[in-house]
């Protein structure tokens, strides 16, 4: 039986990369983080000192830049260059910035192209905030995960405060909201869910709740592409 393409889509916040973890988990597949792709870039140009305006440069830096996902220990690790930058790319300010750089479309191009060659053959569970509307359009499961502004920043505060990191709620709410502004707004592949998405709203779900349903719905898919073949 073929594994499926799993795209998980969504704002900031609802809970995509936990729940894509644990349906890799769950199902035996693997687990792309594309949103640690736009950090380690943003990261690298940080430390170059280059402009998240810059454009061109910042196209020129992809292109030259190795980014790798890999298991170590039961937890994904992300290598830049092959340096381990997991810790690095989890801060506040890695977040605004590979927000700002994932509206570069030739940025996207570059790390689009790399998503596809690591989900082409199936096996994957992979979240962003356009894989099922560019990455995968042809995703055999795709889901559209949300849950109120709110809830979304209520928990990245949350997270901030267990690294030890100063947050301020209202501020976090700010910036859940200007998030949702530029990744709805952008020219080139803005968030928006495909009329073949199955809508998952987390606003009320514990985490394994949401992650039980997906891989439900998964396994359903699975019978039916199985029941399509044999015919």
């Known amino acids: 039986m073929r594994k499926l393409i799993i795209a998980i889509d969504g704002p900031v916040g609802s809970g995509k990369s936990t729940l894509a973890r644990r349906v890799a988990e769950l199902m035996g597949y693997v687990y792309v983080d594309t949103g640690a792709m736009y950090r380690a870039v943003a990261l690298k140009a940080i430390r170059r000192g280059l402009s998240l305006d ?3 440069e910042l196209v020129a830096l992809a292109r030259d830049t190795r980014i790798d996902l890999r298991m170590q220990d039961g937890a994904q690790r992300v290598f830049l260059d092959d340096e381990d ?31 596809r060659r690591a989900g082409e053959h199936g096996g994957v569970v992979m979240e962003g905030r356009d894989i099922g509307s560019v990455v995968f359009p042809n995703a055999e499961l795709k889901i559209f995960l949300t849950a109120s502004a709110e809830v979304r920043a209520q928990r990245r505060w949350r997270e901030h405060n267990q690294k030890g990191e100063t947050a301020d709620l209202a501020q976090t709410l700010a910036e859940v909201h200007e998030r949702d502004r530029r990744d709805s707004g952008r020219a080139s592949s803005p968030l928006v869910r495909t009329a073949d998405a199955v809508v998952v709203d987390s606003t ?9 349903l997906a891989v439900m719905l998964a396994r359903e898919q699975e019978e039916v592409l199985s029941s399509v073949r044999k015919d």
Request: hydrophobic share 50%.
């Open 54 to 56: 810059a454009d061109e």
């Open 204 to 212: 009320a779900m514990e985490p394994e709740e949401a992650a039980r």
């Open 85 to 115: 930058v997991t810790a690095a790319i989890r801060t506040p300010e890695m977040s605004q910035a590979a927000s700002k750089i994932a509206v570069v479309a030739g940025v996207r191009e570059v790390l689009v192209a790399e998503q």
